[in-house]
């Protein structure tokens, strides 16, 4: 038997069916390279309507002009319906417009397919922080700053943690924000800029020791700075430290005499150590000249606050104390300026919350007391 | 002939051991339905890659009639729509007359009629005007065009390779499948439609094709257009079990518009398809005009398929009067477009609507009960289902399209309650479905899925007596076999077999046994005949008719206890049955 006549001994449909399938293999794939050459055309052309409208998109968004932006943004997405860049340029004009609630529908959805991308994650902690969500918003803030950024990831971070302590610091979260800022400060501070920005967070997040170590470290590498001057002397002052106050407020005040919080600070730093008796090496005479000073400031207080009935036995205690209270009897028992302060700091502690306004000397007492009171 | 020897030797031994033999591979390979499934892998390919073409056309359409831009100049939404209405009437009247219509009934028309017939003209036809309608404006999809056009390839191929008839018919509904599942990039979606509205049946060989078709199609189509799903689907979620009622509401209401918008094609298409002739060359662009005064007017959403914008209601961005006046709109903008005869789809038109009832629906529950309400994207998500079950009435279908669009399980709650409200209003409301309306239209009398669906059938204990006649035992004598038969009014005892099984024996062959002196042998030692098979009470009265001519009574048997016997069946009982069916 040849092999010719084997081959005819196959049924009818083996000698078809290989060859119609090997056939249509072959207009599978020539039809395959018609439309991947089609398809090349369709998308260059779809390539290209996406980059011209969102150069359009792109050229708006910087002016502005919202409205618009979002015309040619969406426009582009008709012809570019992944991408990423185009959304999100379209969510941060929706934004702009405050349609918050489209620009998270579409930022939910890159964020879903892309949650390493930090523009991304920031933008959705915006969009929460504007509707008060702070738990949304603190994961996206943390998302943004361990998330992935093109150009600079470094400074992206920062930028990112930055904006997330500002927010902990409007939603009055301090301890959260100076978590965060001392996680900023290990990477931060590389300039007077940054320690002055550093400095400045530290003091709104109520963390002065550490403002004060951020306004000194700028001050090293300027020291006539009156931003980082203003900074340390408020820092010191808010620490009690009011010599140091004293020092750095002065010079803040010399070189921006215009400065009105660095004028009323420095005013009062300067009042605590005129009213202080206990100071270090102060002599006995000025301490009982501070002290008999002190028990007649504390003694017009009260007299403009006698209708209150919660200091009439302060009333009484003073009365009882005045006639004592000379210059040679407080030389003979200096004990008596003990006595005499701290009846001064009951009655200011007493006195300022219920008796209106006080003056800088009834401040200075006050905070002459805390002062003493921490010691 | 000392050359060939060998090879015969090797041959013979081959046949005789079990090595490797191409011969018998190819065989299985190449039976016919091996090869069918095989087949249907190219179709979906072949559909798959004209689906893909058919979108790009769409899309150059679009570009070219209606601009690159979001939102097209005045002059664009006036005359883009209608000038190129009158083309493509040009072109349907004279060159593709058989591309007008719907896409599901042709290839139904294929399937029951023409023996899987559809000529790839159609396909072509289909091609151009759907593609100038949809981009130019027209208010309809591309997913039954798409459907269609996977159906004609199939068909063409099938005869190109000289199929079966049984074959040829399949092939179609094979076809199908591919072009809508590509359209949608919903394999399961797809397949479910063609079972549950054009095939109506489920086999593993039919269910093996369509799959594979289906498949193939989808990933052929995103290998081209990309594997995302038409919507960007936003979180979904069902907040509180309040919400249900929303949804029925929502399902209310999505019944009520279908009802309202298939009963518009009802009425307004064959008045259109009465009017004068000439006038057939002016009444797409007439409808292109109307949709291109609505889009002027403010409302441009209503142009084309619409996904854009079922992609913006989802996430909230109009407001629920705008999304109610833009599902309204849309209604009559597609009324006009389909009965005007322009080639195209309802499917995406019905999503449109749906999405929009859905939104507005939300919109409205959100305005209400701020603190109890979802997105608007899962009512949106959700009218899409419930446009799908009112509207094309395939319930099924429209339960899993939302599952498989939005990738959530979450709602499958929601969804099923809205639906199943829709789909009750609109047959409450309408008992024939569109696709019915439009093969009556048509003059085809095409079998209706729903009505098979819904037909009652004869089963078994419907046409079965008690079994008041005793029942002979085995071990029973023949006298007393002919005795108990005496007393009863048959012709024919039952005998129980052991351990298991029936058979009979007739009153005259026991009288004759008896004559014969063989009265007291036990029964089973004189029966002839062969066992009896049983029924059960459940089956269809269909399944008696094999049996009840060839034994003249067939027992009826309980499934749980196979010897306790429920009734007894004759031939006479089940045509009985039969005859008093058709009376009522």
């Given at each position: 038997?040849?092999?010719?006549?084997r081959?005819?001994?196959?049924p009818?449909?083996?000698?078809?069916?290989?060859?119609t399938?090997a056939?249509l293999t072959?207009?599978?794939?020539?039809f395959?390279?018609?439309?991947?050459?089609?398809?090349?055309?369709?998308?260059?052309?779809?390539?290209s309507l996406?980059q011209?409208?969102?150069?359009r998109?792109v050229?708006?968004?910087k002016?502005?002009?919202?409205?618009?932006a979002?015309v040619d943004?969406?426009?582009?997405?008709?012809?570019a319906?992944d991408?990423?860049?185009?959304?999100?340029?379209?969510?941060?004009?929706?934004?702009?417009l405050h349609?918050?609630?489209e620009a998270?529908?579409?930022l939910?959805?890159?964020?879903?397919?892309?949650?390493?991308?930090g523009?991304?994650?920031?933008?959705?902690?915006?969009i929460?922080?504007?509707?008060?969500?702070?738990?949304?918003?603190?994961?996206?803030?943390h998302?943004?700053?361990y998330a992935t950024?093109?150009?600079?990831?470094?400074?992206?971070?920062?930028q990112?943690?930055?904006?997330?302590?500002?927010?902990?610091?409007?939603?009055?979260a301090k301890?959260q924000?100076?978590?965060?800022?001392?996680?900023?400060?290990?990477?931060?501070g590389?300039?007077?800029?940054?320690?002055?920005?550093?400095?400045?967070?530290?003091?709104?997040?109520?963390?002065?020791r550490?403002?004060l170590?951020?306004?000194?470290?700028a001050?090293k590498?300027?020291?006539?700075?009156?931003?980082?001057?203003?900074g340390?002397?408020?820092?010191?002052?808010q620490?009690?430290?009011?010599?140091d106050?004293?020092?750095?407020?002065?010079?803040?005040?010399?070189?921006?005499?215009?400065?009105?919080?660095?004028?009323?600070?420095l005013?009062m730093a300067q009042?605590?150590?005129r009213?202080?008796?206990?100071r270090p090496q102060?002599p006995?005479a000025?301490?009982n000249?501070?002290?008999?000073?002190?028990?007649?400031?504390?003694?017009?207080?009260?007299k403009s606050?006698?209708?209150?009935?919660q200091v009439?036995?302060?009333?009484?205690?003073?009365?009882k104390l005045?006639?004592?209270m000379?210059?040679?009897l407080?030389?003979r028992?200096?004990?008596?300026?003990?006595?005499?302060?701290n009846?001064a700091?009951?009655?200011?502690?007493q006195t300022?919350?219920?008796?209106?306004?006080?003056?800088?000397?009834?401040r200075?007492?006050?905070?002459?007391?805390?002062?003493?009171?921490?010691? | 002939?000392?050359?060939?020897?060998?090879?015969?030797?090797?041959?013979a031994?081959a046949?005789?051991?079990s090595?490797f033999?191409?011969?018998?591979?190819?065989?299985t390979?190449?039976?016919?339905d091996?090869?069918?499934?095989?087949?249907?892998?190219?179709?979906g390919?072949?559909?798959?890659?004209?689906?893909v073409c058919?979108?790009?056309?769409?899309?150059?359409c679009?570009?070219y009639?209606?601009g690159?831009?979001?939102e097209?100049?005045h002059?664009?939404?006036?005359?883009a729509?209608?000038?190129?209405?009158?083309?493509?009437?040009i072109?349907?009247?004279?060159?593709?007359?058989?591309?007008?219509?719907?896409?599901?009934?042709?290839t139904k028309?294929a399937l029951?009629?023409?023996?899987?017939?559809?000529p790839?003209?159609?396909a072509v036809g289909?091609?151009?005007?759907?593609?100038?309608?949809?981009?130019?404006?027209q208010s309809?999809?591309?997913e039954?065009?798409?459907?269609?056009?996977?159906?004609?390839?199939?068909?063409?191929?099938?005869?190109?390779l000289?199929?079966s008839r049984?074959?040829?018919r399949l092939i179609?509904?094979v076809?199908?499948a591919?072009?809508?599942?590509?359209?949608?990039?919903?394999p399961?979606?797809?397949?479910?439609?063609?079972?549950?509205?054009?095939i109506?049946?489920?086999?593993?060989?039919?269910?093996?094709s369509?799959v594979?078709?289906?498949?193939?199609?989808?990933v052929?189509m995103?290998?081209?257009?990309?594997s995302?799903?038409m919507?960007?689907?936003?979180?979904?979620?069902?907040?509180?079990?309040?919400?249900?009622i929303?949804?029925?509401?929502?399902?209310?209401?999505?019944?009520?518009?279908?009802?309202?918008?298939a009963?518009?094609i009802?009425?307004?298409?064959?008045?259109?398809?009465?009017?004068?002739?000439w006038?057939q060359?002016?009444?797409?662009?007439?409808?292109?005009?109307?949709?291109?005064v609505?889009?002027?007017?403010?409302a441009?959403?209503?142009m084309?398929?619409?996904?854009v914008?079922?992609?913006?209601?989802?996430?909230?961005q109009?407001?629920?009067?705008f999304?109610?006046?833009?599902?309204?709109?849309?209604i009559?903008a597609?009324?006009?477009?389909f009965?005007?005869?322009?080639?195209?789809?309802m499917?995406?038109?019905?999503l449109f609507?749906?999405?929009?009832?859905?939104a507005?629906?939300?919109?409205v529950?959100?305005?209400?009960?701020?603190?109890?309400?979802?997105?608007?994207g899962?009512f949106?998500?959700?009218?899409?289902g419930?446009?799908f079950?009112g509207f094309?009435?395939?319930?099924?279908?429209?339960?899993?399209?939302?599952?498989?669009?939005s990738?959530?399980?979450?709602i499958?709650?929601?969804?099923?309650?809205?639906?199943?409200?829709?789909?009750v209003?609109?047959?409450?409301l309408?008992?024939?479905?569109?696709f019915d309306?439009?093969?009556?239209q048509d003059?085809?009398?095409l079998?209706s899925m729903?009505e098979?669906r819904?037909?009652s059938?004869?089963?078994v204990?419907?046409?079965?007596?008690p079994?008041?006649?005793?029942i002979?035992?085995?071990?029973?004598s023949?006298?007393?076999a002919?005795?108990?038969?005496e007393?009863?009014?048959?012709?024919v005892?039952?005998?129980?077999l052991?351990?298991?099984?029936?058979?009979?024996?007739?009153i005259?062959?026991?009288?004759k046994l008896v004559?014969?002196?063989?009265?007291?042998?036990?029964i089973?030692s004189?029966?002839t005949?062969?066992?009896?098979?049983?029924?059960h009470?459940?089956?269809?009265?269909d399944?008696?008719?094999?049996y009840v001519?060839?034994?003249?009574?067939?027992?009826?048997?309980?499934r749980a206890d196979?010897?306790?016997?429920?009734g007894l069946?004759?031939?006479?009982?089940?045509?009985?049955?039969?005859r008093d069916?058709?009376?009522?």
């Open positions: 038997m040849t092999t010719e006549s081959r005819l001994d196959l009818p449909y083996l000698r078809r069916e290989p060859v399938l056939l072959g207009a599978a794939v020539v395959f390279l018609a439309v991947s050459a089609l398809s090349g055309i369709h998308d260059a052309q779809r390539e996406a011209r409208w969102a150069g998109g050229a708006d968004l002016l502005q002009h919202y409205e618009p979002v943004f969406r426009t582009a997405l008709l012809y319906r991408s990423s860049a185009y959304q999100l340029s379209l969510a941060q004009a929706l934004m702009g349609r918050n609630d998270e529908a579409y939910l959805n890159l964020w879903e397919r892309e949650p390493e991308n523009l991304v994650s920031l933008e959705l902690a915006r929460a922080a504007s509707k008060g969500q702070t738990d949304r918003a603190l994961r996206y803030y998302n943004a700053i950024w093109t150009g600079s990831q470094d400074e992206a971070r920062h990112a943690r930055l904006e997330l302590i500002n927010y902990l610091l409007r939603i009055d301890p924000a100076d978590a965060e800022l001392i996680d900023l400060a290990a990477s931060f590389r300039n007077s800029q940054e320690n002055l920005l550093l400095g400045q967070l530290f003091l709104r997040a109520g963390d002065n550490r403002a170590g951020a306004f000194q470290d001050l590498r300027h020291r006539h700075n009156p931003t980082a001057l203003a340390a002397g408020t820092a010191a002052y620490l009690a430290l009011y010599p106050a004293q020092r750095y407020l002065e010079k803040a005040h010399a070189a921006d005499p215009g400065n009105s919080e660095v004028s009323a600070e005013k009042a605590v150590l009213w202080d008796p206990f102060v006995q000025e301490r000249r501070m002290a008999l000073d002190a028990f007649a400031a504390v003694g017009k207080r009260l606050c006698l209708s209150n009935p009439q036995p302060l009333q009484q205690s003073w009365s005045k006639p004592q000379n210059e040679g407080l030389r028992q200096p004990d008596l300026v003990d006595t005499a302060m009846l700091f009951q009655i200011e502690k300022a919350n219920t008796c209106g306004p006080q003056s800088d000397t009834d200075a007492l006050l905070l002459i007391s805390n002062l003493h009171e921490e010691n | 002939m000392q050359q060939i020897a060998p090879v015969e030797e090797v041959e031994v046949s005789h051991t090595r033999q191409p011969a018998r591979v190819l065989q390979v190449f039976r016919e091996s090869f069918f499934l095989i087949l249907s892998v190219f179709i390919i072949f559909s798959g890659l004209a689906v058919f979108r790009y056309a769409i899309d150059w679009q570009l009639l209606l690159s831009g979001a097209p100049s002059s664009r939404l006036l005359l729509p209608a000038l190129t209405g009158i083309l493509i009437a072109i349907v009247i004279h060159f593709f007359p058989a591309s007008r219509g719907s896409g599901v009934n042709q028309a029951y009629i023409y023996n899987g017939f559809i790839l003209k159609t289909k091609f151009i005007c759907s593609a100038l309608a949809i981009g130019s404006g309809l999809g591309p039954d065009p798409s459907l269609q056009i996977g159906a004609s390839l199939a068909s063409a191929l099938g005869r190109k000289h199929l049984e074959r040829m179609a509904p076809g199908a591919a072009g809508l599942a590509a359209a949608f990039n919903a399961i979606s797809a397949v479910l439609f063609v079972i549950e509205e054009v109506g049946r489920w086999t593993a060989g039919i269910l093996g369509v594979l078709s289906a498949v193939s199609s989808v052929v995103r290998w081209f257009l990309g995302e799903s919507f960007r689907i936003p979180p979904v979620e069902l907040k509180s079990p309040s919400e249900l929303a949804y029925s509401i929502l399902g209310i209401i999505g019944g009520l518009a279908s009802v309202v918008f009963s518009g009802q009425e307004l298409r064959p008045r259109f398809r009465r009017m004068s002739p006038t060359y002016l009444q797409p662009a007439v409808a292109g005009l109307v949709i291109g609505i889009a002027m007017l403010g441009p959403q209503v084309g398929a619409g996904y914008y079922i992609d913006q209601a989802m996430h909230g109009f407001t629920w009067q999304l109610a006046i833009l599902a309204l709109l849309k009559v597609t009324l006009v477009s009965v005007s005869g322009t080639p195209g789809g499917f995406a038109p019905t609507i749906g999405a929009m009832l859905g507005a629906v939300g919109g529950e959100h305005m209400l009960y701020p603190h109890l309400s979802s997105s608007p899962t949106a998500l959700v009218g899409m419930v446009l079950a094309l009435r395939v319930p099924m279908t429209s339960v899993f399209m939302v599952l498989e669009v990738g959530n399980y979450t499958i709650v929601p969804v099923m309650i809205a639906n199943t409200f829709a789909y209003i609109s047959r409450g309408m008992p024939t479905p569109i309306v439009l093969s009556r003059g085809m009398e079998p729903e098979q819904e037909e059938i004869l089963r204990e419907d046409a079965m007596q079994p008041s006649d005793p002979l035992n085995p071990e029973d023949v006298e007393k002919e005795r108990l038969a007393q009863t009014s048959r012709h005892l039952l005998v129980r052991r351990p298991s099984g029936w058979s009979t024996v007739g005259e062959e026991l009288k004559a014969e002196g063989k009265g007291t042998q036990p089973e004189v029966l005949g062969d066992p009896v098979p049983s029924l009470p459940d089956l269809p009265l399944t008696a008719l094999r001519d060839r034994w003249p009574v067939v027992p009826v048997v309980n196979l010897s306790e016997v429920e069946i004759t031939e006479r009982d089940v045509l009985e049955r039969y069916f058709g009376g009522e």
